[in-house]
């Protein structure tokens, strides 16, 4: 899981009603195919516009769609920005320069000697995170260098490798072994047979190693992933080096196809999608490559299962509910605690505010899905699904309604059940934190400031843009003037200066000709 691009906060303050503050950046989806859009190192860039509140800055950009921080991707060009051949020539080998040192064929074939070898020349670099050939150890002799690589630790490299710790673009967190295991027998329960893993890794090697271990298991999967490292453990049937925030996959064309036909083999029965996206990732971006992934398994469908829709485990934060339930209006989110070995917070077993908020949002119906009861989780027959201990059904609401595993309360002004550090707020009208600014941001559109819309959906848009344009053309007038006025004021001056020089120097030369 890597913490990339997030225009509009990756986490939803507690005390606001809205994440969204008085600007951001917001993503721009291309409606012309034609026209291509440039590419950095993690593939084809994203369209993005900045916007402010009540007003619209028109000019947009290009930008990486997998870094958020320019100092690890510097990506930048204007949506109309011609550049020389020379710039482009410049951007392509820079592209070049940053892809793996090896590549998908290479590393299949070091991996099949690198097994070959006996248990005392298998060593893994630590420093340089690779699988060490008897060729390789002179290089890296200065490095701390880790021997006697076993099958068992091939099998788990999630484990060799060491988790990216930069958090504005690969902080990887990785699923306790609790979360992975309850994940397995659940598709197994299911029925499925084919797991296409879209960022965990941890889940795909555990699917792996059961599968090799227990002959009944018929479950297989299929890793798609940024990070380029696994690509020394895996076959290439079992792994793609893949970007989720533009749907590129970076070894082409048969990296591409190794996906569509792990999708629709066998019609496309028995197969779900599992991806735990990065938290600090657009939600908008994600949603356009899943649905390119389903378009992907739906042509491999009968006409008959054309209504059918691909399963899928979507793993985020529950606060980002609303935005993904825009895109998915048939998922839903489950109340199960996702936890992580790595992460400091995500932790299984932490109450109050400090249980794990990322949760489980399908399109598989929730009453088909059993939770663990030795965890507390209780089947409530109102709702028809699996509920946290705390979670109590409202008679209000006829809804389990509580997200975040505590109990919440029914506010009778608001109708509807809030958090329990909560109370209303007479000069806002709606519940907030007690401590709350009665002047923060609203929800709605930038552009009218309207609730039941965003800025992209006003239908004031143009007009917005009109006075936009208006304003910046008389700002460009006024800039053009001023501009104007100082280089005049600039050349008066020096006019100025070199008259009262003269006049300076006038009485020196009669001065000299009196005394001569």
């Not at 950095?40 to 290009?62: A, D, I, M, S, W």
């Not at 590129?248 to 190794?258: N, Q, Y």
């Not at 989780?377 to 975040?404: A, G, I, M, W």
């Not at 501009?483 to 003269?502: A, I």
Request: proline letters at 6%; charged letters at 25%; glycine letters at 6%.
């Amino acid at each position: 899981m890597a913490t990339l691009w997030d225009g509009s906060g990756a986490v939803e303050a507690e005390g606001s009603p809205s994440s969204r503050g008085s600007s951001g950046v917001e993503l721009v989806l291309s409606s012309d195919p034609a026209t291509p859009a440039p590419l950095c190192p993690h593939g084809p860039t994203l369209l993005f516009v900045k916007v402010n509140q009540g007003k619209e800055e028109t000019r947009r950009f290009y930008a990486c769609s997998a870094c958020r921080d320019r100092k690890d991707c510097n990506f930048f060009q204007w949506e109309n920005e011609k550049l020389s051949g020379a710039r482009l020539a410049a951007r392509e080998a820079h592209n070049r320069r940053c892809q793996p040192p090896l590549s998908r064929m290479q590393c299949v074939q070091r991996y099949l000697k690198f097994v070959e070898l006996p248990l005392s020349q298998r060593k893994f670099c630590q420093r340089c995170q690779q699988l060490l050939l008897p060729d390789d150890w002179e290089k890296h002799r200065e490095h701390q260098v880790l021997g006697d690589i076993s099958v068992a630790q091939l099998k788990r490299p999630s484990q060799l490798l060491s988790p990216l710790e930069n958090k504005k673009t690969n902080a990887q967190y990785l699923f306790a072994d609790r979360s992975c295991q309850f994940l397995i027998d659940l598709l197994s329960t299911l029925g499925f047979r084919r797991v296409l893993c879209v960022g965990t890794p941890r889940l795909h090697e555990l699917i792996r190693l059961k599968a090799s271990g227990d002959k009944k298991s018929n479950l297989k999967s299929l890793l798609l992933d940024i990070d380029f490292r696994y690509s020394q453990f895996y076959m290439e049937d079992s792994f793609c080096h893949y970007n989720m925030f533009n749907h590129h996959f970076f070894d082409g064309e048969v990296a591409l196809e190794v996906c569509r036909t792990f999708l629709q083999e066998d019609r496309g029965e028995g197969v779900i999608m599992v991806t735990d996206p990065p938290f600090g990732g657009l939600v908008e971006p994600l949603a356009v490559t899943f649905k390119k992934l389903i378009a992907m398994w739906k042509k491999g469908q009968s006409q008959d299962n054309n209504h059918k829709e691909l399963p899928i485990f979507w793993i985020f934060p529950y606060f980002f509910e609303s935005r993904i339930c825009q895109f998915f209006p048939s998922f839903r989110m489950l109340d199960y605690q996702v936890d992580y070995d790595n992460h400091a917070l995500y932790k299984h077993g932490k109450t109050g505010r400090k249980q794990s908020p990322v949760r489980v949002f399908t399109n598989i119906p929730p009453n088909k899905i059993i939770l663990p009861v030795e965890e507390g989780y209780r089947f409530c027959p109102l709702c028809q699904r699996y509920v946290s201990p705390e979670n109590q059904h409202c008679e209000h609401c006829n809804l389990c309604t509580s997200k975040d595993g505590r109990k919440w309360n029914h506010c009778f002004l608001c109708k509807k059940c809030v958090k329990p550090s909560w109370i209303h707020c007479s000069i806002c009208n709606h519940c907030a934190l007690p401590d709350h600014s009665c002047e923060g941001p609203k929800e709605g559109c930038f552009i009218c400031g309207e609730l039941d819309h965003k800025r992209s959906a006003c239908p004031n848009i143009s007009t917005a843009k009109k006075v936009n344009k208006a304003v910046r053309k008389q700002k460009q007038r006024k800039s053009n003037k001023m501009k104007m006025e100082t280089t005049k004021g600039q050349s008066m001056n020096h006019t100025s200066v070199t008259r009262q020089k003269k006049r300076r120097e006038s009485p020196s030369i009669s001065l000299l000709l009196n005394v001569q």
